[in-house]
């Protein structure tokens, strides 16, 4: 992974920022040049709700290159309040532990390790909702 | 437009070839093609791999793969979309014919799945995905399938048994084929039985990890000579991202190709006399018969499970065994399934042969559903 593929993104992975079509509204994560929408290509911003629920869910047992110390681990769709789709992690919970519907919020959280000398990669994952 | 024939095909059987390299295997398929169609004649190559890039470190496949068959000299490149590549390349064959460009050309796809840990063949299945946005969060593409896996289940109140029925249909029709990688049954309480790979999905509802190579040669068709006929081929793409779609249950992609092939073909549903279907897990091939617009959204399970798709059925599918049982070389997948249809029409499928199969329908699918080629053939 070289710095600048990496830093190129911490603005929208580390702060949940997608983009709004300033003609028709619509919201896109991760950013895009087009509004799927619309065809508009002006396009700004937009900071995610960081609160959502839970879509669907599965428990990754045999993960890719990179990911093997943290398995098993849940990677969820996650609807967000305001309607966006997210594919994250969802930590600080067992499979056991897990459903469709849960309310989860967004937590920043180390991603992996590029080997013993490469960048640690940090992001968004998801957490329960302790109410 | 001038019509086009697959003159000839070939294919290696599908297993863990130690032994082998990608240019054994490639050249094995490209020259069994050449015996099958008489001649050695070709113009142009198109190689159709996935993984080599990540698993061999191998680029450039179009040269290697001609001076590997002694065609220097000729057109060659790769083609690549994800485990639609075989069907994608097909396609890119299908039109140099047709446009005139090229008289006799030679698609072939070649996939070592076995030189990978299976840590490495999961992070390189996974770069059908966006690497910054969806394989980040450390889901594999295994795991995108449970996702709508699970959601079917849900939404559709369909049982796990159903959905996992698909496998033992697959292993049925694998017994007898030659080339499969797993020819035998399977039972149904063997498949709930395994272990999970990605919940709710069991090891035993997924395409292993294979190595293989198909090949097909294709000419401007002559109605004396051909007996299998290109009706279509079409390609289509669709949403990209699983979090972007209207409905995360059905793959645009494969409506759109699916649309365009019946039409271009002008068949119907029930002219298909065979089909062979995506299934890298049971819920593709599930959702993949249902966006083909063999049976209605939700019913894929049950369709599958009463036995609709079994070789006596209302429409046979994959009757080598498919992905799970045929076996996955991604990148070749898509070429095995033309050459098992193109078996099945010349009615050389021995103890898979369908009766009277005159049709057939191969459907070839690339990420979680994003790219989709559809090719129908048919007796000439
Ligand atoms: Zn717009």
Known sequence: ?131 | MRRVAIAGIGFTKIREHWSKSLKDLFAEAALKAFEDAGTDEVDALYVSNMGAASLQGQLHLGAMMADTIGKRGIAALRVEAASASGGAAFREGVKAVASGYSDCVLVGGVEKMSDGIPAEVSATLAMSEDQEYTSYTGVTKIGLNALIHRHYMERFGVKAEDIAMFAVRSHENAVGSPHAQYPFKVSIDRVMASPMEADPIHTLECAGVGDGSAAVLLRPADEAKDDIIVAATSLATGAYYLSDRSDILTFEAVRQAATQAFKSADVSHSEIDVLEVHDDTTITGVISLEDLGFVEKGMGAEYVSRGDTTRGGETPTNTFGGLKARGNPVGATGLYQICEVALQLRQEAGPCQVEDANVGLAQSLGGLGSTCAVTILRRG
């Open chain 1, 1 to 131: 992974m070289s710095v600048p593929r990496y830093w190129r993104e911490t603005r929208y992975r580390y702060r949940l920022i997608g983009e709004m079509c300033t003609e028709c509204g619509a919201i896109f994560f991760p950013r895009r040049a087009v509004c799927l929408k619309c065809g508009s290509v002006e396009l700004e911003e937009y900071k995610l709700k960081e609160i959502g629920t839970v879509a669907t869910w599965t428990t990754i047992r045999n993960p890719p290159e990179g990911y093997e110390k943290y398995a098993p681990y849940i990677v969820a769709l996650v609807e967000l309040d305001d309607g966006v789709m997210v594919l994250t992690q969802v930590v600080d919970i067992e499979p056991e532990e897990m459903k469709t519907g849960m309310r989860v919020e967004a937590a920043f959280r180390k991603v992996k390790e590029d080997g013993s000398s490469g960048i640690i990669e940090y992001g968004f994952k998801f957490r329960p909702i302790i109410e």
